[in-house]
């Protein structure tokens, strides 16, 4: 079966420190992709970045960093210098590529980005 | 623009009213699915379809229904609500069901049963 686990139920920081939020995954397969999602107080969930399981390089976008590695089954995401308009609750989660591949979400870290 | 469309957004009502959460989605995706998101337990798959008239049973399926008669809608049905499913839902598209398409969310329905 596949499981994400994000241990961080909570996280609060001030604003510009940089913040690392946890992903860890299980499954038996050997292709899959990892993918976070981004939900503002609003409510909406936002794609931020999909990752196959291939593909162990590590990927920068604007402040937002994420470091994939199959050895430990993590694939981890990182804010640089937060602003209050990162607060949000963070989901990852993990699809298969076969049969019914629902993805398996993580239970979500809520960070809170204070000025 | 690409959408996937949820209605309503917000909803209360009573134990054993018949509801209908509307999903359509303007992408030609094949595949279509069902969340509800609840306090510390994250989203959890309802139901899913795979294309027109393929629906199956996610994790959670009890007390819903849903239909695939049209590739862009995947309504789904309370027959008969009852307070536990008081919840967020979202309805959710991709391309197809091979994992490495994300999947597009709708903004999300808050149903409150009472």
């Known amino acids: 079966a596949q499981k994400v686990t994000q241990a961080q139920t909570e996280i609060s920081v001030v604003e510009k420190e940089d913040v690392t939020l946890d992903c860890v995954y299980e499954?038996?397969?050997?292709?899959?992709?990892l993918f976070w999602y981004k939900q503002p107080p609003s409510g909406e969930l936002v794609f931020l970045i999909r990752?196959?399981?291939?593909?162990?390089q590590n990927e920068i976008s604007g402040r937002y960093s994420w470091n994939f590695q199959k050895s430990t089954s993590s694939f981890n995401f990182t804010i640089t210098a937060s602003q209050v308009v990162d607060s949000a609750v963070y989901f990852c989660?993990?699809?298969?590529?076969?049969?019914?591949?629902?993805?398996?979400f993580g239970k979500g870290t809520r960070l809170s980005v204070i000025a | 623009e690409a959408q996937v469309t949820q209605n309503p957004r917000y909803l209360i009502t009573v134990t054993g009213k018949k509801l209908t959460v509307t999903c359509s989605q303007n992408?030609?995706?094949?595949?279509m699915s069902w969340y509800r998101q609840d306090p510390g337990l994250g989203l959890r798959q309802i139901y899913y379809?795979?294309?027109?008239?393929?629906?199956d049973k996610g994790d959670v399926p009890e007390g819903y229904k849903v239909s695939r008669k049209e590739k862009r809608n995947f309504p789904l049905i309370l027959e008969s609500p009852s307070p536990n499913q008081t919840s967020l839902y979202f309805c959710?598209?991709?391309?197809?069901?091979?994992?490495?398409?994300?999947?597009?969310f709708g903004d999300g329905t808050r149903l409150s049963i009472l």
């Open positions: 959710a598209s991709s391309l197809n069901n091979r994992g490495n398409q994300p999947q597009h």
């Open positions: 499954t038996r397969d050997t292709t899959y992709y």
């Open positions: 990752r196959n399981s291939f593909d162990e």
């Open positions: 989660a993990l699809a298969g590529v076969s049969g019914n591949t629902p993805l398996v």
């Open positions: 992408m030609n995706h094949e595949y």
């Open positions: 379809s795979m294309n027109v008239e393929v629906t």
